[in-house]
């Protein structure tokens, strides 16, 4: 998810990889628009054995490291 100057949308995908260097992460992120998103809520993915999932949209975030 680092590395880009461009907003994508917030929620359009159900699955995310980011690194390391995404932590900590949390839904949204900085990477997507958030006037149409739900609060940002931080997910303790190193805790999951590299996985989380957003109590508010669902999208599942996956370590790749």
């Known amino acids: 998810m680092s590395g880009s100057s461009e907003k994508i949308q917030a929620n359009a995908s159900q699955r995310y990889e980011v690194t390391r260097a995404d932590l900590p992460v949390h839904c949204p992120t900085e990477a997507m628009t958030l006037w149409n998103s739900h609060p940002q809520v ?4 190193e805790e999951q054995g590299g996985e989380a999932k957003c109590p508010y949209c669902g999208a599942v975030y996956v370590l790749k490291d």
């Open 42 to 45: 931080y997910l303790p993915i």
